[in-house]
């Protein structure tokens, strides 16, 4: 109970001696900084910042290969890895227990059974979203 009496004390003693009296401005400094400083111009705000990710190069992407990853390592995002997403996707997964505790896998993983079927999945390869079927 002491030590938390003392460590009171201390902070009170510390937020009173540090009082906004004890410090001075230097106008003259502050406008030669910012007349010094660079402008910075955004141009576009509007577009998404996953849409100025550079492309990745289209590679040949099977879909049974995508399947039996997702099917072992999906949890992971190794499938998503693999299709060409956006390069930290497989931390989304894995962090999040393989998307939402699995929810997320499991809904790639019934995707890519029906493009497999249809022996289509070009919507999913280089898809930079989180859920690649939305």
Do not use: C
Request: hydrophobic share 55%; no cysteine.
């Amino acid at each position: 109970m002491k030590k938390l009496v003392l460590s009171i004390i201390a902070v009170l003693a510390i937020a009173i001696s540090a009082n906004a009296a004890n410090y001075k401005v230097n106008d003259s400094a502050i406008d030669s900084i910012i007349e010094n400083a660079t402008e910075v111009v955004v141009l576009d705000v509007a577009t998404p910042a996953a849409a100025n990710l550079p492309a990745f190069e289209q590679k040949e992407v099977k879909p049974a290969i995508a399947l039996i990853l997702n099917f072992f390592l999906g949890g992971f995002g190794i499938h998503r890895h693999y299709m060409g997403t956006a390069p930290g996707m497989w931390a989304l997964y894995t962090f999040t227990l393989g998307g939402i505790f699995g929810v997320v896998t499991l809904i790639d993983f019934v995707m890519l059974i029906i493009g497999t079927v249809d022996n289509d999945i070009s919507k999913y390869i280089n898809n930079r979203k989180f859920f690649m079927w939305a």
